[in-house]
């Protein structure tokens, strides 16, 4: 565990390997219309989209991009969500919290992008700081979640804070990893108005 992060920080509720968990089919969105559109917005404004090599960590049938990337590679759980993402190039079924290395090569992506899913990474250090190495120099990773989540899946020291702790952490996260300008956090959605959606970015240094 990282020391920056208190015992029992990554623990969960649910021990039991991921696999099972996201072995049956869930082809829907975990957040609402409203918040989904954030997304996609966040992602035009850093222009990840025609003409861009994405790496969507934590991926299932849809990935919010604005337009169809030139390369989209979506590694997540369950293989049957990744053949129905309908602009993914590449597909690769890889559990992050067994192994958090990425099976790339070095400056590989223009961005990577993950979406309501930080929240169950029980290595994000050291995930992220494969994100940068895949990165090209100035590319954005773009870390985007809201207040729903599989309480069980999620780690306790995300569980145990509220929104304005979440985006302090996972700018943490990103500070720890190294390799990054310092992070951004905003609000992506009006306050007070259906799913909030927060995002965290930052850019290969």
Partial sequence: MDPAFPPGFFDRADPAPDDEFYLPLRLVTHIDAAATAAV????????????????????????????????????GMNGAELDANPV??????????????????DARFDAVTCSVSVDY???????????ARV????????????????????????????????????????RAAG???????????PPGRGDPLFAVVARKA
């Fill in 40 to 75: 996609t917005a966040l992602y035009a404004e850093l222009g990840i989209g025609a003409g861009s090599r994405v790496l969507d960590l934590m991926s299932s049938w849809v990935s919010h991009l604005p337009q169809a990337p030139a390369e989209l590679v979506a590694l």
């Fill in 88 to 105: 993914a190039t590449e597909r690769v079924v890889h559990d992050l919290n067994v192994d958090p290395v990425l099976p790339f090569a």
């Fill in 121 to 131: 990474l029980v290595r994000p250090v050291q995930v992220l700081a494969e994100a």
């Fill in 135 to 174: 990165l090209v120099p100035g590319g954005p990773v773009a870390l985007t979640f809201s207040n729903r989540c599989f309480p069980t899946k999620a780690v306790r020291g995300w569980l145990a804070t509220d929104d304005a702790g979440r985006c302090a952490v996972v700018a943490s996260y990103l």
């Fill in 179 to 189: 390799g990054f300008t310092e992070p951004e956090v905003s609000l992506r959605t």
